[in-house]
């Protein structure tokens, strides 16, 4: 329920009249077979008309699901997908484990001021050092 609310808030929040969306998802495999049926069964959930998702699995956790998803939620094989792992925050989980021992001793306000402070500074240095990555003629 909290992922397909996510999902649907996102979207009309993110879509701007756009109607594919893809969701990447380390269970998308599981979640794309009811999320439909969640949104036609709660009042609370409801996706801009002719909204249409595509279902994909990031790269990270495709390899521990079976062998069938790879064909049907890989990236590597959705038309428009681009060149993208779908793993966002397990991106972090190597710089974070530095700062870990320093934060665990915290307060829980002191503790997530901290992991926001180094998520924002780690999407600063994204943003700031995606030049190297873009070639323009
Ligand atoms: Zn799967």
Redesign the pocket.
């Known amino acids: 329920m909290n992922i397909d609310y996510s999902i649907c808030n996102a979207i009309k929040h993110a879509a701007n009249g756009i109607d594919n969306s893809l969701v990447i998802y380390d269970?998308g495999?599981?979640w794309n077979l009811h999320f439909a049926e969640c949104i036609n069964n709660c009042s609370g959930l409801s996706l801009p008309d002719n909204t249409e998702i595509v279902a994909a699995?990031g790269k990270f956790h495709l390899s521990a699901?079976?062998l069938l998803?790879f064909a049907r939620?890989s990236l590597n094989f959705i038309v428009g997908a681009g060149q993208v792992d779908g793993e966002i925050l397990e991106t972090l989980w190597a710089p974070f484990n530095k700062i870990s021992p320093t934060a665990r001793s915290m307060s829980q306000a002191h503790h997530q001021e901290i992991l926001d402070d180094h998520m924002w500074n780690s999407n600063w240095k994204k943003l700031v050092g995606i030049g190297e990555w873009v070639y323009l003629e």
């Open positions: 269970v495999c599981q699995v699901h079976k998803c939620y």
